[in-house]
């Protein structure tokens, strides 16, 4: 295994939050090394176009993909390492252990840690949610917005908050067929929407981004409803159909109101869950709030977490968006820069005062928001018996049911009935097979407890991760 040694502050994640973090952590003087799975830098609103791309109009590619490119220029300086198509794969003994297909195994070692892995779509179990033709909102996103590949000539769009608005008029904007969007949260009510207005200052950007955005869906004549769900995909082989109902305030499907419409493509865009297994390997201390996506970190105004030396920023933390991200990496790194004695508290707190300012008004904006697309508890009830929740090991919901009369043990669902123990650790169905303890065992869903994460986080071949003597070739299987 090599070592990258010397590094003040390794962060993880090169998205906006880590990207902020590494540039003015490193503009202070820290030697960092910056890491990230993808192969170029960005996450996931700042997202680059690949290599073999050639870029000759930089404008074209919108505002967040100039902002993009200005953070990045800042870490442009011989004091920061950039570790890109570089996963990494724990953290333990003080070191965090990557993987990279040539480079193989390295461990870095640091004084300062800064987690910043972001988020990824809020998975929903419905009958026929595993059809092909069906596809969370941020991977049609990304296809939409890439490759220009639309995943169908006939799009329904299904989900809540302000992304699922955000998302289904980029689509039609890129030229997606969306025909119909349906949001689970009701009409927002005049206290809800009082509320929100009497936090609008520092946000007045986001509020012309949804008036643009539900213009694009007025002009291309496409029904938004509020107060509507969905309820089941079907089709032989892949998608056909969808059918959707009116949602009661716990966003159960009302009977009677059910309709089932014709379509090729079923966007799914509930919301976010962050990522937090890095955290739970460090042994982070955790919060619930299902509006923020569930078990969140607990972290100071400065992003330090309840681990010294661990610093927790952006969409892990609770999907805040791109600005907040911004502002939380620079106040990380601002404390950390502090805590090394690279600059005084006093250069510290003035330096901090606009990015403290414009994060205090973006969460209490975002927590407006949250209210008012609070999200019920009925979006885990969709499943029916034969619903498969973990998708790795094609477990269903009548596999899960008669283990967890009796038992309220995630881990304990997992070891009987492999569900979690797939690629994707849980990342798919953890939440909701707690939310089905929670409902049978009459208990509040933030007392189930995490399955244990486990080494790797991510998937990786094992040829990555394999002793260099298994090399040899009496043990290849020919
Ligand atoms: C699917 C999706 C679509 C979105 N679309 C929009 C939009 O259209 N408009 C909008 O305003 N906001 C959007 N958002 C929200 C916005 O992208 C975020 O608020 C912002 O990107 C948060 O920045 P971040 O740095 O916290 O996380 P991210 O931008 O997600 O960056 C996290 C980075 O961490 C890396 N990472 C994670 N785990 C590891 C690991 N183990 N090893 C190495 N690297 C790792 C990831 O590869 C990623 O690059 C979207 C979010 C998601 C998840």
Redesign the pocket.
């Known amino acids: 295994m090599k070592s990258v040694t010397g590094n003040d502050l390794v962060v993880?994640?090169?998205?906006?939050?880590?990207i902020a973090a590494a540039a003015t952590a490193s503009s202070l003087g820290l030697r960092v090394a910056l890491?990230?799975?993808?192969v170029t830098l960005?996450?996931?609103?700042?997202k680059r176009v690949g290599p073999g791309f050639d870029l000759r109009e930089r404008k074209s590619l919108g505002k967040d993909y100039a902002r993009g490119s200005d953070l990045i220029d800042e870490i442009d300086r011989p004091n920061v390492t950039v570790l890109t198509s570089?996963?990494?794969l724990t953290i333990e003994d003080g070191k965090v252990i990557t993987s990279h297909a040539e480079e193989g195994i390295r461990a870095l070692d640091y004084r300062f840690l800064i987690i910043?892995?972001?988020?990824?779509?809020r998975p929903v179990a419905f009958p026929g949610w595993t059809l092909p033709g069906v596809m969370t909102?941020?991977a049609v996103?990304t296809m939409v917005k890439t490759q220009r590949i639309s995943p169908g000539k006939k799009i329904f769009f299904a989900g809540s908050g302000p992304?699922a608005l955000?998302?289904s008029a980029?689509l039609i904007g890129l030229g997606a067929p969306v025909f119909r969007v349906i949001e689970s949260a009701p009409f927002p009510s005049p206290v809800n929407a009082l509320r929100l207005l009497s936090r609008i200052g520092g946000n007045l950007d986001l509020i012309r981004d949804a008036a643009k955005y539900r213009s694009v869906l007025l002009k291309a004549r496409v029904p938004f409803k509020y107060g509507r769900i969905i309820v089941k995909a079907e089709g032989e082989g892949r998608l056909e159909y969808v059918t959707h109902a009116k949602a009661d305030r716990e966003w159960n499907p009302i009977p009677g109101t059910e309709v089932r419409e014709a379509c090729d493509a079923l966007c799914v865009g509930y919301g976010?869950f962050p990522?937090h297994e890095?955290f739970r390997l460090v042994d982070c201390a955790f919060e619930y709030d299902e509006n923020r996506g569930g078990f969140s970190v607990i972290k100071d105004e400065w992003g330090a977490t309840s681990v010294d030396s661990v610093f927790a920023?952006?969409?892990?933390t609770g999907?805040?968006?791109?600005y907040s991200?911004v502002a939380q990496g620079r106040l990380a790194g601002l404390q950390i820069a502090s805590r090394l004695k690279k600059i005084t508290e006093e250069e510290r707190d003035s330096t901090a005062k606009p990015y403290a300012r414009e994060l205090r008004a973006r969460n209490r904006f975002q927590s407006a928001l949250n209210k008012m697309f609070d999200v019920g508890a009925g979006i885990y009830r969709l499943a029916d018996s034969k619903t498969v929740i973990c998708r790795c090991e094609s477990v269903t919901r009548g596999a899960i049911d008669p283990i967890i009369d009796s038992t309220d043990d995630v881990s304990v669902v997992k070891g009987i009935s492999r569900a979690g123990m797939g690629l994707c650790q849980g990342r798919n169905c953890q939440r909701h097979i707690a939310a089905m303890i929670a409902d049978r065992h009459q208990k509040p869903i933030s007392s189930v407890s995490f399955q244990t994460p486990r080494f790797p986080?991510?998937p990786v071949e094992i040829g990555a991760i394999a002793d260099d003597s298994v090399r040899e070739e009496k043990y290849f299987i020919t």
């Open positions: 993880i994640g090169g998205g906006p939050a880590g890491i990230d799975e993808r960005g996450g996931q609103i700042f570089t996963t990494v910043a892995p972001g988020a990824y779509d909102a941020g996103q992304l955000a998302f980029q976010f990522s890095l920023v952006g969409d892990g999907v805040t968006g791109s991200a986080v991510k």
